[in-house]
């Protein structure tokens, strides 16, 4: 099946830095989807990518779909202890519509410190 | 709306033992869909809905059977509880297809652990 991999697995970093992690896969993907879970919670998604290409904002949060179709990329900028959390890649399994299947991936492990 | 709501929050079981986790939304959402959770492997699609009566099985269906009488409920049973099962689940619904422009919700997830 589809496979998303993501890196890094986890990251460290200082309140105030920014953040970058990405999520590629051997296959195409026409949708990109970056979630976000807090301990204990369920994902929440952040930001949703539907166009090669395409660049999208959230607050400090900004993805990009990437022009291979292949890879996807989610960078946070002036980060705060409340971004603590795993952040997922997730797209649609191929074969037209996705039909309540998706994939993701192992997701990336965020701590900041304050 | 109180969104997609799971009972229970965590499970004890021992092996051999069957139970069934509850999964609800009242949305009207037509897609719905159950995932596991283990540390490093993200989230895996047990089992999915597209609507009241239709059900297939996702990337790990074996050990589970699904059911979806009505929109708003969609139980995951475990058959003959494995330690192999011990995990996180989670319930998520969609209006449409998770991957179009509609947004999946998740629930707040069931901790359960087999011994």
């Known amino acids: 099946g589809q496979q998303l991999n993501q890196s890094p697995q986890s990251m460290f970093i200082q309140e105030g830095e920014d953040v970058s992690m990405n999520c590629t896969s051997s296959s195409i993907f026409n949708t990109w989807l970056w979630y976000k879970q807090d301990p204990g919670e369920g994902p929440v998604l952040l930001i949703a990518?539907?166009?090669?290409?395409e660049l999208t904002s959230n607050g400090r949060l900004t993805a990009q779909f990437g022009i291979t179709r292949k890879d996807s990329f989610l960078n946070i900028s002036a980060s705060i202890p409340s971004d603590v959390g795993i952040y997922f890649c997730a797209g649609p399994n191929a074969g037209g519509t996705s039909y309540g299947k998706l994939t993701f991936g192992q997701g990336t492990i965020l701590t900041v410190h304050p | 709306n109180a969104g997609v709501t799971q009972t229970p929050k965590f499970q004890v079981l021992k092996t051999g033992q069957s139970m069934t986790l509850q999964c609800a939304q009242d949305m009207n959402h037509e897609y719905m869909s159950w995932y596991r959770q283990d540390p490093g492997m993200g989230l895996r699609l047990i089992h999915y809905?597209?609507?009241?009566?239709?059900?297939d099985q996702g990337e790990v269906p074996n050990g589970y059977n699904v059911s979806r009488s009505t929109t708003e409920d969609f139980p995951l049973r475990l058959l003959s509880a494995a330690p192999s099962q011990t995990s996180v689940y989670f319930c998520?619904?969609?209006?449409?297809?998770?991957?179009?422009?509609?947004?999946?919700?998740f629930g707040p997830g069931t901790r359960l652990t087999v011994l």
């Open positions: 998520a619904s969609s209006y449409s297809s998770p991957g179009s422009t509609d947004t999946q919700y």
């Open positions: 990518l539907y166009k090669a290409g």
């Open positions: 809905s597209v609507g009241a009566g239709i059900t």
